[in-house]
């Protein structure tokens, strides 16, 4: 299976910066599908970018996510304070669906 | 909108099977998408379990694929998970969502806590 390794494991950062999370599959991630979700505590985690790039419905531009092969990249333009969450990527390229281990963005 | 909530017992005991049910409202499960599971134990990160159509065609992940069985009840928009033999390895807060497009999940549903335990 392809595993997924996220770095660095906890960023810390302020509000209006910049964030940007790396996502790096031990294997290519076929077609590119691969997802970021963010989590907040005692939620559901929330889809933000499908196949590498696309955000999804209501997710403001300010996140974007980019990459191909084995190396992706979700970046936060500029940070705002709801920002600060746990994110996942998700590849579904490859049997079985894998998910990395988590970056922690904190203030 | 799509909504999701699973439901069942929050307390297994050992060795016994788990059983919860996810009801989806705002859209009928007979037209299409596939409907998964996945898993996050306390403190941890996300686990994909498996995905059912609403044919009934399921894909497990292959760890778990010889404990794991899920069915599809259309007549009330609802799909199940069954996970027997539980050790306390399997205590996680249990998701069900819609899977999107090939792969992604959105939306999920609340979450629902089981722990396995005498």
């Known amino acids: 299976e392809v595993v997924l390794t996220q770095s660095p494991a906890t960023l810390s950062l302020s509000p209006g910066e910049r964030a940007t999370l790396s996502c790096g599959a031990s294997q290519s991630v076929s077609t590119n599908y691969l997802a970021w979700y963010q989590q907040k505590p005692g939620l559901a985690p929330r889809l933000l970018i499908s196949?590498?790039?696309k955000r999804a419905t209501g997710v403001p531009d300010r996140f974007s996510g980019s990459g191909s092969g084995t190396h992706f990249t979700l970046t936060i333009s500029r940070l705002e304070p709801e920002d600060f969450a746990v994110y996942f990527c998700?590849?579904?390229?490859?049997?079985?669906?894998?998910f990395g281990q988590g970056t922690r963005l904190e203030i | 909108q799509v909504q999701l909530q699973e439901s069942g017992p929050g307390l297994v005991k050992p060795s016994e099977t788990l059983s919860l049910t996810c009801t989806v409202s705002g859209y009928s499960i007979s037209s299409g998408y596939y409907w998964g599971w996945i898993r996050q134990p306390p403190g941890k990160g996300l686990e994909w379990i498996g995905s059912i159509f609403h044919s009934g065609t399921t894909y497990y992940y292959p760890s778990l694929k010889s404990r794991v069985t899920m069915s599809v009840d259309t007549s009330k928009n609802q799909f199940s998970l069954k996970l027997n033999s539980v050790t306390a390895a399997d205590t996680a807060v249990y998701y069900c969502?819609?899977?999107w497009g090939s792969g992604d999940y959105d939306p999920w549903g609340q979450g629902i806590l089981v722990t396995v335990s005498s």
């Open positions: 969502a819609r899977q």
């Open positions: 998700q590849q579904y390229g490859n049997s079985p669906i894998t």
């Open positions: 196949d590498s790039s």
